[in-house]
């Protein structure tokens, strides 16, 4: 996470992140879930169906993945 929008998460009740489901979004996540967990922002993680990367996915895809 950058600076700016970790500053503008702060405030947040809580976030998910959509990472891909592959090392690269693992690798991705874990820095980014450490800085929200420093500063007392919780936050998940969702990935998207296999073989699909988040921006490949079709807007119901991910309306019903936010659901959960």
Excluded: N
Excluded at 4 to 16: E, F, G, Y
Excluded at 47 to 65: N, T
Aim: proline share 13%; with cysteine.
């Amino acid at each position: 996470l950058r600076p700016a929008l970790l500053a503008r998460l702060l405030d947040a009740k809580s976030v998910t992140m959509l990472y891909d489901g592959d090392a690269a979004g693992e690798h991705g996540w874990a820095p980014a879930r450490r800085k929200l967990a420093l500063v007392g922002v919780p936050c998940r993680r969702l990935s998207p169906p296999p073989g699909l990367d988040p921006k490949d996915c079709p807007p119901h895809v991910l309306q019903e993945m936010l659901r959960y």
